[in-house]
């Protein structure tokens, strides 16, 4: 019920080594209908990078990120189109 919350659309490593691309970002996702439009991409773990490639997505986790660079890749984190809530100061009754 959080109207902040920020979803993703999780995308695995077994995923991204069926596109033959040296770069994967969500306009090539999108393309080979992987990816809802305007969706926000995090790359998960699952499977297996055996190639170099230089992956493009909103969020990675640790155990993905650490396997696209042991196979020679890089990542690179595309910052959200909108800024998150700020901090709240104060209590519940002052933030209104």
């Keep these: 019920n959080n109207p902040f919350r920020v979803e993703y659309q999780a995308v695995n490593l077994d995923s ?3 596109i ?3 770069v994967v970002n969500p306009e090539i996702l999108f393309a080979r209908g ?3 439009k305007g969706a926000f991409v ?6 297996q990078v055996g190639r170099a490639v230089e992956v493009h997505a909103h969020g990675v986790s640790k155990a993905a990120q650490a396997a696209i660079e042991a196979a020679g ?6 910052p959200l189109p909108y800024k998150v809530r700020p901090a709240a100061k ?5 933030n209104r």
Excluded: Y
């Excluded at 995090?42 to 499977?47: D, E, I």
């Excluded at 890749?73 to 595309?78: A, D, H, P, R």
């Design 34 to 36: 992987v990816l809802h």
């Design 16 to 18: 991204l080594t069926e």
């Design 20 to 22: 033959d691309e040296p």
């Design 42 to 47: 995090k790359v998960l773990a699952r499977g």
């Design 73 to 78: 890749g890089s990542v690179t984190i595309i």
């Design 90 to 94: 104060g209590n519940q009754f002052t």
